[in-house]
């Protein structure tokens, strides 16, 4: 009786941490069994052209989810950073066009704006007392006005810099780099920082966190700026999309 009993707990504690390796990353893991499966299929979906290119598609989305994730972690919601991205690229290109500043410093400054709109959500948000639904949909309806604004409805011609972005550096396209830096950056603010715990804690209770003393109407205001940051960086990856070059100015 007793050596029966103990086979089946021997057996668990060989295949335990495997089984929970499995359910704490069920993404990733549907992510693998995805690509067994289409590889299956095709032969050539694991061959690296294929893979570039599917990271090159990946990477304005991906880029995009690295800022959300941070939201998503104090259970919030970010309904702007579309539209946040389409303002971060076409401010750059308008003070590029029409002020004539350096292609790296427009890059900045889309940059800024980005974050700038989602500290203005996130103000809305932690003093305003607003849910997030509401403040980042009026922000995605205020980011799409000054666009337009901006844009007068016609496209800019994007800075050098920004089409420098998306050339191939050491056999490796730009928009995947760009992917795998704000990966890498997104996992150290969340796993080696204090603000990447405190996200955690007001994600998992807010009235909690902010009776153990955390500022927490000062983070959810450095959550959403990171967002709009994270947004108006994915506009650099994929300016061409939003910025058709025209030549001679303006394009009609």
């Keep these: 009786m007793t050596q029966s009993s103990t086979a089946p707990a021997q057996g668990a504690k060989r295949t335990g941490p495997l089984v929970r390796w499995m ?71 308008y003070f590029f066009t029409e002020v004539g500043l ?63 972005l998306g050339r191939t550096y050491l056999g490796i396209p730009m928009p995947i780099m760009m992917m795998a830096l704000a990966g890498i950056i997104c996992w150290f603010i969340l796993s080696r920082t204090v603000l990447g715990r405190s996200m955690y804690a007001i994600g998992g209770n807010m009235e909690a966190a902010r009776l ?3 500022p927490v109407k000062r983070i959810l205001v450095t959550v959403y700026a990171l967002a709009g940051v994270f947004a108006a960086g994915r506009s650099g990856d994929d300016g061409q999309a939003l910025l058709r070059p025209a030549a001679g100015g303006r394009g009609l």
């Design 23 to 93: 359910l704490n990353n069920g993404a990733l893991v549907g992510l693998i069994l995805l690509c067994i499966g289409l590889f299956i299929a095709t032969p050539h979906f694991l061959t690296v052209p294929n893979l570039i290119n599917i990271g090159i598609q990946s990477a304005t989305v991906a880029i995009l989810a690295f800022g959300m994730t941070f939201v998503i972690v104090t259970a919030g919601i970010d309904l702007s950073v579309g539209s946040v991205a389409a303002l971060g690229a076409m401010t750059s290109a």
């Design 212 to 214: 153990s003393g955390l």
């Design 102 to 164: 350096p292609g790296w410093i427009t890059l900045i400054i889309g940059l800024l704006m980005g974050l700038l709109a989602g500290a203005i959500s996130g103000i809305a948000i932690a003093y305003g007392k607003l849910p997030a639904f509401i403040a980042t949909l009026a922000m995605m309806s205020i980011a799409r006005g000054v666009t337009l604004v901006i844009s007068q409805g016609s496209p800019i011609p994007s800075a050098p810099a920004v089409n420098a």
